[in-house]
T-cell receptor, first 114, second 116 residues
Framework: GNSVTQMEGPVTLSEEAFLTINCTYT??????LFWYVQYPGEGLQLLLK?????DKGSNKGFEATYRKETTSFHLEKGSVQVSDSAVYFC?????????????FGSGTRLLVRP | EAGVVQSPRYKIIEKKQPVAFWCNPI?????LYWYRQNLGQGPELLIR????????DSQLPKDRFSAERLKGVDSTLKIQPAELGDSAVYLC??????????????FGAGSRLTVL
């Protein structure tokens, strides 16, 4: 079956540090991959996505590259800010699954200290 | 443009009581989803609607959970009777239902249920 595995949090960084949140997936078909972010008290928001191998999604300084050979979609940011503190979810949607549903990882909490 | 609106934001009930959650999706979004998010976990799909038709309810515990989407717009998710294990955040999302790569879900802020 399809699944997503994320690194456990919390991840605690100082402002301007480099961020990596690991995400690997298992899929029976050809998935699209997503990163969603959940700020305190808010709903999940799409951060970035990639629909095929070697695609790079980017938004707000965050990047993730779809690596089919390693089944990974790691989230990176060169210099984090306090405002990036949130919970980050990796997710996939499988082309072979016509329900269009998203399958989420368990989330990684990021805490950025000034 | 208003996003996905959910109510109530918070609900505390005693076990065996009924509870209902309401969702108003983004205008024009034909596809509506209900997800459940347990503490410290990612959301899990309960049910998906295409207009007024439930097309995927395989994960909905039908003995106590029910949902409806009358007229293909607003939706209600009901639990009766509630159990302690139902404590979670119930998320509603909507999308245009396009091909998978473009099918971006927009989520509401969620309804946090606590069952005592």
């Amino acid at each position: 079956g399809n699944s997503v595995t994320q690194m456990e949090g919390p991840v605690t960084l100082s402002e301007e540090a480099f961020l990596t949140i690991n995400c690997t997936y298992t899929a029976t078909g050809y998935p699209s991959l997503f990163w969603y972010v959940q700020y305190p008290g808010e709903g999940l928001q799409l951060l970035l996505k990639a629909t095929k191998a070697d695609d790079k999604g980017s938004n707000k300084g965050f990047e993730a590259t779809y690596r089919k050979e390693t089944t990974s979609f790691h989230l990176e940011k060169g210099s984090v800010q306090v405002s990036d503190s949130a919970v980050y979810f990796c997710a996939l949607s499988d082309l072979g699954d016509s329900s269009y549903k998203l399958i989420f990882g368990s989330g990684t909490r990021l805490l950025v200290r000034p | 443009e208003a996003g996905v609106v959910q109510s109530p934001r918070y609900k505390i009930i005693e076990k065996k009581q009924p509870v209902a959650f309401w969702c108003n999706p983004i205008s024009g979004h034909n596809t509506l989803y209900w997800y459940r998010q347990n503490l410290g976990q990612g959301p899990e799909l309960l049910i998906r609607y295409e207009n007024e038709e439930a097309v995927d309810d395989s994960q909905l515990p039908k003995d106590r959970f029910s949902a409806e989407r009358l007229k293909g717009v607003d939706s209600t998710l009901k639990i009766q009777p509630a159990e302690l294990g139902d404590s979670a955040v119930y998320l509603c999302a909507s999308s245009t239902g396009q091909a998978y790569g473009a099918n971006v879900l927009t989520f509401g802020a969620g309804s946090r249920l606590t069952v005592l």
